[in-house]
């Protein structure tokens, strides 16, 4: 009832809540004093209260609303209520219509489909505009959240639930109503004498899973002493704190050891200092690391790579749907996107004598003949690497010759006495990954292998006490910062 109490009840509440999105704004620096931002409205409560308490607090307000085209017609009537709201508060509206049912990917469900085409609207759309994106997320929702994750066993990451802020591609997202609850906002609406539009299937349990938690467990209200929302609350903020240490950990770890970070989606890791990385921590990384490969990350998969690389065979693999595989190497972890034979790369390339730099391959190729160093002389394997190699330029046949492997290729691998081996079964030994095989580039003198780059030189043209000359050779991935190998910072896309 519309009583003079239950009005000084909202009149109260309605100051509360600006005064408490303030100061959240202000805790966690989700907007600069009087900074424009883009609103996701879409004519609900708590989008419509977001709406509202921004403007109160002085923020310029863009209002982005996605109509979904559904629930027979119903959607259409939520546009023409925004458009109608944003014409008497005379705010900016961009609108925009899709009929999600139609353009639903395959194994997508409807509500995965509306978020995604959702999300990729409002990012096109403060990208144009240069704003961040303010959501109505609440405290609510948050418990929700929280609650569904609990069910389903989720770590620190997940029980941490919405975060205030996160990137929208380059764009922030941030959602100043996250420690609102429902029916504060709606009193606040009261209090302003703010419509708002009700979307009944919201009630409804058998819709989804949030729905028959909202019902079922978290339909008490908020002044029940049952009230499990703020504990809920609280157990997010401590997992989300939680959180925060193991990525410090984590980074921590990843600076001692030269793992790469997880977020880089590096495809080629050190076994060895993978295998030796803090179980948990380990098991953190590759949650990211799938993530950043575009794999979905599961507690299943997560264990069963834990699995595979201690138990795995070298020259396994690791099945990661679209984001490739991986490969069990002796020294690393290579992810690769197979291919066909027929798109191994075929090209070659001419070396001559006088030194140069090609492209081959999507390798860069850098080369010089000139005299050798004592040092090179007396330590020739401290001065070369897998993929800078030193070679007695008197011994070779020039010019030489870069190509990629072919069935039958032999070399005398160096250190073996001069005796001739299958490259495969040179590549075999050293627990080279079948696909990385197909795309080292190889180095010919005189039609004989001198050189497989990231494995190792022939016995050929070693450096001896002999020497005067050498041809020094490096082979770096295409797009690679000049300096940085496979493996390294850049990753290695094998």
Not at 202 to 215: F, G, L, Y
Not at 252 to 275: D, F, H, Y
């Amino acid at each position: 009832m519309n009583t003079p109490e239950n009005r000084a009840h909202d009149e109260f509440t309605a100051r509360l809540v600006v005064e408490e999105v303030e100061a959240f704004i202000n805790r966690y620096r989700l907007l600069s004093k009087g900074e424009a931002v883009l609103a996701a409205v879409s004519g609900g409560g708590d989008s419509m209260a977001l709406l509202g308490i921004l403007g109160e607090l002085g923020y310029p307000v863009t209002v982005a609303h996605f109509d979904h085209g559904t629930r027979g017609g119903q959607s259409a009537e939520d546009a023409a209520f925004v458009a109608t709201m944003c014409e008497r508060l005379d705010v900016p509206l961009v609108m925009e219509r899709v009929e999600v049912a139609n353009e639903r990917q395959r194994g997508e469900s409807f509500e995965m489909a509306a978020r995604r085409l959702r999300y990729a609207f409002l990012k096109r759309v403060a990208t144009e505009r240069e704003l961040a994106v303010a959501t109505g997320h609440q405290a609510d929702d948050q418990a929700e959240t929280v609650l569904m994750r609990l069910q389903r066993g989720a770590g620190a990451r997940g029980l941490a639930g919405i975060s205030p802020t996160r990137m929208l591609g380059m764009i922030r997202l941030i959602r100043p109503l996250l420690q609102c609850r429902r029916e504060a906002l709606r009193a606040y609406l009261r209090a302003r004498k703010i419509p708002w539009r009700e979307d009944a299937t919201n009630a409804d349990p058998s819709i989804s899973r949030r729905n028959w938690i909202r019902r079922n467990l978290l339909g008490t209200k908020g002044d029940s002493p049952e009230d499990p929302v703020e504990d809920l609350l609280q157990l997010a903020e401590m997992s989300r704190v939680t959180w925060w240490h193991i990525m410090l950990d984590l980074a921590r770890a990843c600076m001692v050891t030269g793992l790469p970070v997880p977020e880089s989606g590096a495809r080629a890791v050190s076994r060895s200092i993978l295998k030796h990385l803090d179980p948990y921590l380990r098991r953190v990384w590759w949650l990211l690391w799938m993530e950043s490969l575009g794999h979905e990350p599961t507690r299943a998969r997560v264990e069963a790579l834990e699995t595979w690389l201690i138990r795995g065979r070298t020259g396994s693999c690791f099945p990661l749907g679209k984001a490739g595989t991986i490969y069990l190497g002796r020294e690393s972890l290579v992810v690769t996107r197979e291919e066909p034979m027929d798109l191994v790369p075929e090209e070659t390339a001419t070396l001559g004598i006088e030194g140069g730099a090609l492209v081959m391959g999507g390798w860069r190729l850098w080369w010089e003949v000139r005299p050798i160093s004592e040092s090179e002389r007396s330590r020739p394997r401290e001065s070369c690497g897998p993929w800078r190699q030193l070679l007695d330029a008197d011994r070779l046949h020039w010019p030489l010759r870069a190509r990629f492997f072919r069935p039958g290729d032999r070399i005398r691998p160096l250190g073996m006495g001069g005796r001739s081996k299958k490259i495969q079964d040179y590549f075999t030994d050293r627990g080279v990954p079948v696909p990385e095989r197909r795309r080292l580039p190889l180095v010919e003198s005189g039609g004989e292998i001198v050189w497989v780059a990231g494995q190792g030189p022939s016995e050929t043209a070693r450096i001896t006490a002999s020497t005067r000359q050498v041809v020094e050779i490096e082979a770096v991935p295409g797009m690679a910062a000049p300096g940085t190998m496979p493996g390294e910072e850049q990753g290695w896309d094998a």
